[in-house]
């Protein structure tokens, strides 16, 4: 059965710092790339951040320098790092296994956890 459960949202101030995690079945986690995307009420979901399974990352021009995913293959999980939170990037976040290459191309989703950044 596909799993993937988020933890660590919250609420943080301007500035502060979140680690999300998620933890993903083996199967999944050890046959896919992973990626952290989020999503605000009435816009399209942004692709953050994404890892290979050989640890290759990438991320969104918005969260550069500020965020940085991660994976630990003992645990089936991914990490994503995130300091000098702004109100921008207050949103649900999900993470989601899926096709490195050119582009990442999602297959699985968790249900999200929510992110807000006070001013």
């Known amino acids: 059965q596909v799993q993937l459960t988020e933890s660590g949202g919250g609420l943080v101030q301007l500035g502060g710092s979140l680690r999300l995690s998620c933890v993903a079945s083996?199967?999944?986690?050890?046959?896919?790339?992973m990626a952290w995307y989020r999503r605000v009420p009435g816009e399209q979901r942004e692709l953050v951040a994404t890892?290979?399974?050989?640890?290759?990352?990438n991320y969104a021009d918005s969260v550069k320098d500020r965020f940085a995913i991660s994976r630990d293959n003992a645990k089936n999980t991914v990490y994503l790092q995130m300091n000098n939170l702004k109100p921008e990037d207050t949103a649900v976040y999900y993470c989601s296994a899926g096709y490195s290459g050119s582009y990442y191309r999602p297959l699985y989703w968790g249900q999200g956890t929510q992110v807000t950044v006070s001013s």
């Open positions: 890892i290979t399974n050989g640890g290759s990352t």
């Open positions: 083996r199967s999944i986690f050890d046959a896919y790339a």
